[in-house]
Nanobody
Framework: QVQLVESGGGSVAPGGSLRLSCVAT????????MAWFRQVPGKEREGVAA?????TYVASAKGRFTISKDNAKNTLFLQITNLKPEDTAMYYC?????????????????????WGQGTQVTVSS
């Protein structure tokens, strides 16, 4: 059974940083396409970054977001720097059974089979 458990969210002031973690069980992160999405109430879930062999970022995430894996810990990370109020959202970890984030990965929610419960990030002064 696959489980993804996120942590690391919280309330931070603008300009701060956070590192989100996603611990996976039932699958090996090193051999899967994995991603981070985020969602605010009333809006669709949107992709942020994905990592198979190489990282892929949506345009709005380039520069302040860094996705990485720790294969020994079977964990996916998302480092966010210079946090802005518009980064406030529930952040979700996602994984698929396919290895590598190829052309099939278009940051659609339906691209990924497995999801965590999310971790809340709130940015306010």
């Amino acid at each position: 059974q696959v489980q993804l458990v996120e942590s690391g969210g919280g309330s931070v002031a603008p300009g701060g940083s956070l590192r989100l973690s996603c611990v996976a069980t039932g699958l090996t992160v090193s051999s899967r396409c994995m991603a981070w999405f985020r969602q605010v109430p009333g809006k669709e879930r949107e992709g942020v970054a994905a990592l198979g062999v190489r990282p892929t970022y949506v345009a709005s995430a380039k520069g302040r977001f860094t996705i990485s894996k720790d294969n020994a810990k079977n964990t996916l990370f998302l480092q966010i720097t210079n946090l802005k109020p518009e980064d406030t959202a529930m952040y979700y970890c996602a994984a698929d059974e396919r290895s590598g984030c190829g052309s099939w990965m278009q940051f659609r929610s339906t691209d990924f089979r497995y999801w965590g419960q999310g971790t809340q990030v709130t940015v306010s002064s």
